[in-house]
């Protein structure tokens, strides 16, 4: 059944609202922090190719150091295996709709701004959905080599991180260990101030309470904002911890969803981004990029269409029906500039 309302008018053009929703979910780094760790690709088709970063090439010389080597009076020489550093893939985008059928008159009569409201909550579950995507690709662990999967413990060589001390920074070893992976497999095209640090919100709260971290946070220059409470530019100044650890970009995402159906009895949210690990990532530069260049940041969501509201007219049944459509890929564009990390945690 339609949900009807009383009272006012109110009539917002559809544009407007795809525009609205564009700006306050799907490039929203504040409240959606998967926003700031993937990258948007606008695309023209939903079926194309996007080049993967293969950094190996680029520092590839079989003869070193002659390579290139071009004596005087020779002929120029000519190489046919070198390649550009990337290698061609493809992805096909998915369609989503999420809709909901209102009362003719609701609309018309309604006193407030119904019909934003409406596709507000229906943008929520639109960028719920792509956060839980965006996350369950950049841990999954399938997409990357197996030096690139790694426990905390392994890194640390001294055990789980929620012992770390400043004697024993061993949060810092294990982002170090998984740094140097990157930095050694891009032949140093990434280096550990390039990357950023993803875990959720019940990690930044184990984390907090770390003694490394208590440690770390009493020598660090900006601490004093974060007792007074000046939270300018640091989102995660809730959870007790820096924007930055040790040099890396920390974000925590704590986006939740909700399986159960309406009206289950003590229903309890998920979180996109599991426990008890992290993931070393790139994402830098604009947040959206263009179709067909170049990219070194670790995960894209080619973006064939993005919170396109529509409305249909059941005249008979005096009903408005609202969508928000979607139509999109997640992938991982450069598995080689990120890690996993296991096994934070005892």
């Not at 997409?143 to 770390?164: E, K, R």
């Not at 959720?200 to 020598?219: D, F, G, K, P």
Request: aromatic share 10%; charged share 20%.
């Amino acid at each position: 059944m339609a949900d009807g309302y009383p009272g006012g008018s109110t009539h917002v053009p559809l544009l407007e609202l795809s525009g609205n929703l564009m700006v306050e979910f799907g490039r929203n780094l504040d409240k959606y922090p998967s926003n700031r760790y993937s990258r948007i690709t606008p695309v023209k088709n939903d079926y194309g190719t996007y080049l993967r970063f293969n950094p190996l090439d680029l520092a590839r010389s079989s003869n070193i150091p002659n390579d290139g080597l071009w004596a005087p009076g020779t002929a120029r020489p000519v190489y046919t295996d070198q390649t550009l550093g990337f290698e061609p893939k493809t992805f096909r985008t998915t369609r989503y709709n999420y809709g909901k059928p209102l009362d003719k008159r609701g609309v018309d009569l309604a006193n407030w701004p119904l019909m934003k409201m409406e596709t507000d909550a229906l943008a929520q579950q639109a960028i719920t959905v792509r956060s839980y995507k965006v996350a369950t690709a950049l841990f999954n662990t399938a997409n990357y080599a197996a030096s690139h999967v790694f426990s905390a413990t392994t890194a640390n060589g001294a055990g789980f991180t929620q012992d770390g001390t400043t004697a024993d920074p061993r949060i810092k070893r294990t982002l170090d260990y998984g740094a140097r992976i990157i930095q050694q497999d891009t032949m140093g095209r990434v280096r550990h101030n390039n990357l950023c640090l993803v875990i959720n919100h019940n990690t930044a709260l184990r984390w907090s309470a770390v003694r490394e971290i208590r440690e770390y946070l009493m020598q660090h220059a900006e601490a004093w904002k974060m007792i007074t409470g000046d939270r300018t530019g640091n989102y995660n100044a809730a959870y007790g911890l820096p924007a930055t650890l040790y040099g890396y970009t920390l974000i925590v995402d704590d986006t939740f969803y909700n399986t159960h159906n309406p009206g289950a009895t003590s229903p309890t949210p998920s979180v996109v981004v599991p426990d008890n690990k992290a993931v070393l990532c790139l994402a830098e530069g604009e947040q959206e990029s263009v179709e067909g260049g170049k990219s070194f940041n670790t995960v894209h969501v080619f973006s064939y269409e993005e919170f396109n509201v529509e409305s249909f007219e059941d005249v008979k049944s005096r009903v408005t029906e609202i969508n928000v459509a979607m139509d999109y890929a997640v992938e991982v564009v450069a598995p080689v500039t990120a890690c996993v990390i296991e096994n934070l945690f005892s």
